[in-house]
């Protein structure tokens, strides 16, 4: 799950203020401080009737709303839409990964679903990682020629990367800067002084880094990674379907279930393999912070695995630098897919409802939303998005700012590796229901347990599975 900070709330209030000018229309807009605050008081204010007529919000979120029967289908209005633009069809303006998730939430008798909302600010996971560490890794040890696309190479290149950090802890680390690439460096110096050698820079500082409180690699967001390793061993997270939101009216937890209970089993031994070598960690293991962002800038980790939509808290005096999250083979590359969606609720007129259906489109399509990717670093959510010159512009011309060059890379990324037909990555999404969101938070935990090693996965997820029967399959 994304972070809501001030920046975010800024650039929200300078889209809607273009959006107005530009329509003439008003919208009022009042941000939380965060998604789970926003859906505390978003289902407080049902029995009130004082909801807005416009909130963004996770699936899970929307599923809460629909069950208070609050939130409207876009159906009706995208067809009125439709019809008074010949030849145009809304929807397809965007990406079937980003639909997939408001068009899998309510449904009509007949099966087919409904619209439950547009995608607005949509995000992956990325592997953000220390280029200069990168570098002197590749140059200290000639077998080691690329960053690993798998997890089992991982589990060969990491224990190598490891022995290389013997050198580096409680020392610095300096280099000669190369003109012609900031990030490579034609000659190395360790030292326990913090004065630069003559004609070096300081490229890496690990006087405060011990080997206690080092990881290799650490994972932002330890549900996002539950989720990602059951589907990268093949096995399924969640289900929900038609006729489970017409009998039920809740989906399942499916992860310690049939064939995936095993394939789970298999996905969390193989990384309390990685935890016990010392390649793999969470957040908790190298700072106090619950994100790995504050021990990556602190260089108690080289690699991290966060948010494209969190880049900027990353980034630190090192050269910053991203790559595809690793995967467990060809055959098995996912990386989840995130962010919130623009909902209409049951409030104020039909000219109300009106209005507030075509600021939705407006601020999920073209010029708006592509103004909204380039400042936030958010994927667009629908192709003219893309295609605006700003987007464009993002995706091709050389950013010298730390920050746009982080939102250039991820933009480049996502569009030539996650996106391309050729890498076959599935940008998957699980389904939102009544419920799911408290599969998410029992998940939330379960690798910190594994990796403690006091119980068994086995034992720790026939436990997991206790806490949330009423969402598992009797």
């Given amino acids: 799950m994304d972070r809501i900070g001030s920046?975010?709330?800024?650039?929200?209030?300078?889209?809607?203020?273009?959006?107005?000018?530009?329509?003439?229309?008003?919208?009022?807009?009042?941000?939380?401080?965060?998604?789970?605050?926003?859906?505390?008081?978003?289902?407080?204010?049902?029995?009130?009737?004082?909801?807005?007529?416009?909130?963004?919000?996770?699936?899970d979120h929307f599923a809460g709303y629909i069950r208070s029967s609050i939130q409207l289908p876009l159906d009706p209005y995208i067809k009125a839409y439709n019809d008074a633009h010949p030849g145009e069809d809304l929807l397809s303006d965007y990406y079937d990964s980003y639909l997939k998730e408001v068009r899998s939430l309510r449904y009509n008798a007949d099966g087919s679903p409904l619209t439950m909302g547009l995608p607005?600010?949509?995000?992956?996971?990325?592997?953000?990682?220390?280029?200069?560490?990168?570098?002197?890794?590749?140059a200290k040890d000639p077998t080691i020629t690329k960053i690993p696309d798998t997890w089992d190479e991982w589990k060969v290149v990491g224990a190598k990367m490891l022995t290389l950090m013997d050198d580096l802890y409680g020392k610095y680390l300096y280099g000669k800067v190369s003109a012609d690439d900031s990030?490579?460096?034609?000659?190395?110096?360790?030292?326990?002084?913090?004065?630069?050698p003559e004609g070096f820079d300081l490229v890496l500082d690990f006087h405060l880094v011990t080997k206690e409180k080092f990881r290799l690699m650490c994972w932002d967001a330890t549900d996002n990674m539950f989720i990602t390793i059951v589907r990268q061993w093949g096995g399924e997270y969640t289900s929900y379907s038609a006729e489970d939101a017409k009998t039920v009216q809740h989906g399942w937890a499916e992860f310690y279930s049939g064939?995936?209970?095993?394939?789970?089993?298999?996905?969390?031994?193989?990384?309390?393999?990685?935890?016990?070598?010392?390649?793999?960690?969470?957040?908790?293991?190298?700072?106090?912070?619950?994100?790995?962002?504050?021990?990556?800038?602190n260089n108690q980790c080289m690699?991290?695995?966060?948010?494209?939509?969190?880049?900027?808290?990353?980034?630190?005096?090192?050269?910053?630098?991203?790559h595809a999250i690793p995967y467990k083979d060809a055959d098995h590359k996912y990386v989840i897919s995130q962010g919130t969606?623009?909902?209409?609720?049951?409030?104020?007129?039909?000219?109300?409802?009106?209005?507030?259906?075509?600021?939705?489109?407006?601020?999920?399509?073209?010029?708006?939303?592509?103004?909204?990717?380039?400042?936030?670093?958010?994927?667009?959510?629908?192709?003219?998005?893309?295609?605006?010159e700003a987007y464009q512009a993002l995706l091709t011309q050389p950013q010298a700012n730390p920050t746009k060059r982080a939102y250039q890379e991820s933009a480049i990324l996502n569009e030539s590796t996650y996106m391309?037909?050729?890498?076959?990555?599935?940008?998957?999404?699980?389904?939102?229901?009544?419920?799911?969101?408290?599969?998410?938070?029992?998940?939330?935990?379960?690798?910190?347990?594994v990796f403690g090693g006091e119980r068994t996965p086995d034992e720790i997820l026939t436990e997991s599975y206790t806490r949330i029967s009423d969402y598992v399959r009797k």
């Avoid at 600010?121 to 002197?136: H, Q, R, W």
């Avoid at 009106?354 to 936030?376: P, Y």
């Fill in 303 to 322: 690699f991290t695995i966060c948010s494209s939509g969190g880049l900027s808290y990353n980034i630190g005096t090192f050269r910053f630098k991203l």
């Fill in 420 to 449: 391309k037909v050729e890498e076959k990555w599935d940008k998957f999404v699980d389904p939102g229901f009544v419920g799911s969101s408290s599969i998410r938070q029992e998940v939330k935990t379960i690798m910190s347990i």
């Fill in 259 to 297: 064939d995936s209970k095993d394939k789970t089993l298999s996905a969390l031994n193989f990384f309390k393999g990685l935890y016990d070598d010392g390649i793999f960690g969470l957040s908790s293991d190298i700072s106090d912070d619950s994100y790995s962002s504050t021990g990556f800038k």
């Fill in 120 to 138: 607005f600010n949509k995000s992956t996971e990325v592997m953000g990682y220390n280029a200069y560490f990168l570098d002197y890794a590749m």
């Fill in 183 to 196: 990030d490579k460096f034609t000659e190395y110096q360790i030292s326990e002084s913090e004065e630069a």
């Fill in 341 to 388: 969606n623009l909902a209409l609720f049951d409030q104020g007129s039909d000219e109300d409802k009106q209005k507030s259906f075509d600021a939705i489109v407006s601020l999920t399509r073209g010029a708006l939303q592509g103004s909204w990717a380039v400042e936030t670093g958010y994927y667009p959510a629908s192709k003219s998005a893309t295609a605006t």
């Fill in 7 to 59: 920046s975010y709330s800024s650039a929200v209030q300078s889209l809607i203020d273009r959006y107005e000018e530009v329509s003439g229309v008003k919208i009022g807009h009042e941000s939380q401080g965060s998604y789970d605050k926003l859906q505390t008081n978003m289902n407080n204010s049902i029995s009130t009737g004082a909801y807005p007529n416009i909130a963004n919000g996770y699936p």
